[in-house]
């Protein structure tokens, strides 16, 4: 299953590690990094409709659908800075050094670390329903975390992750796929099937991908709170309101990590980009004020 009206190529951005791309349209470019457990064909809506008056590029995360899975020795593979010089790279490929950046989910951890580390690229950053890193793991505690059980399953060393996920792949993405979503018929069988089929086959890769949020991705992030490293362009953010029920101000945790930052909750699902498409590129074509 493919986009609507976009092209499809494999981009190499770094050594042994080449991309799925889906590109379309023509006019200001803008990257759009999917979540889990998805594909790139998250975004079919959203990319199709702002193909009207954007450049817009749909990656397949490395680790992630039709992109290389590369092995990770060294926990550095699915850094998320590492997976962000691959979006930088992926944008220069496509004749970019300046591009405004969208992510949901794991791709939004991705593009705010393209932000931290490469601000002069990044125009502008959305992210949808996520909190950064070392918040994320400072809110999440007692009876509450449950709901997060799946962090700490994959941040364990390699061997238990993979085995037992791999022995019930299906069930295991296909939970989340349940329930996150405030509207099913918005992931159609076709799509969901597609959505499974791309996680089975990336099982290592996943959980590596999750790995590096609990080890590596933490000490760069910790050492950018520490210098006092921010996101210098405008932030939008668009999430539930996870906090009413967790305990914590959102837009306060964002608001540290982003000074020019719009905060907004949306009264959809975990899946917004598919279950209020129209809201999301309302959002991803305005202006920035900040």
């Not at 998805?38 to 702002?50: E, G, I, P």
């Not at 590492?82 to 950046?101: K, S, Y």
């Not at 390699?158 to 018929?185: C, K, N, S, V, Y």
């Not at 907004?264 to 309302?282: I, K, L, Q």
């Amino acid at each position: 299953m493919k986009i609507t009206g976009f092209d499809y190529q494999r981009v190499t951005v770094a050594d042994g590690v080449a991309l799925n791309v889906a590109v379309g349209g023509s006019g200001a470019p803008i990257v759009l990094l999917h979540g889990f457990p998805q594909t790139h064909l998250m975004w079919r809506h959203v990319a199709a409709d702002l193909a009207a008056d954007h450049t817009v590029i749909c990656p397949d995360l490395r680790g992630y659908g039709a992109s290389d899975k590369p092995a990770d020795p060294d926990g550095r593979a699915y850094a998320k800075r590492t997976m962000a010089e691959d979006v930088v790279a992926l944008a220069r490929a496509f004749g970019h050094e300046r591009f405004a950046l969208a992510g949901h989910d794991r791709g939004a951890l991705v593009a705010v670390r393209a932000g931290l580390d490469h601000p002069d690229a990044v125009t502008r950053l959305t992210a949808l329903d996520v909190l950064p890193t070392l918040d994320m793991w400072d809110v999440l505690h007692g009876a509450s975390a449950a709901v997060a059980f799946h962090l700490y399953l994959m941040a364990q060393p390699p061997g238990l992750p993979e085995q037992l996920i791999g022995a019930a792949p299906d069930a295991f993405f296909g939970h989340f796929l349940d329930a996150w979503t405030q509207r099913p018929e918005a992931i159609p069988a076709q799509v969901r099937a597609e959505y499974l089929a791309a996680s089975r086959g990336a099982v290592p890769s996943i959980v590596a991908d999750y790995r590096a949020s609990a080890t590596i991705d933490v000490e760069h992030d910790r050492a950018d709170r520490d210098a006092g490293n921010r996101l210098r362009m405008p932030v939008t953010v668009l999430a539930q309101d996870w906090g009413a029920a967790l305990g914590y101000d959102a837009a306060a945790l964002w608001r540290a990590w982003a000074p020019r930052l719009t905060h907004r909750t949306v009264s959809c699902g975990h899946f917004m980009a598919e279950e209020a498409p129209a809201e999301v590129v309302a959002v991803l074509r305005e202006t920035p004020t900040a």
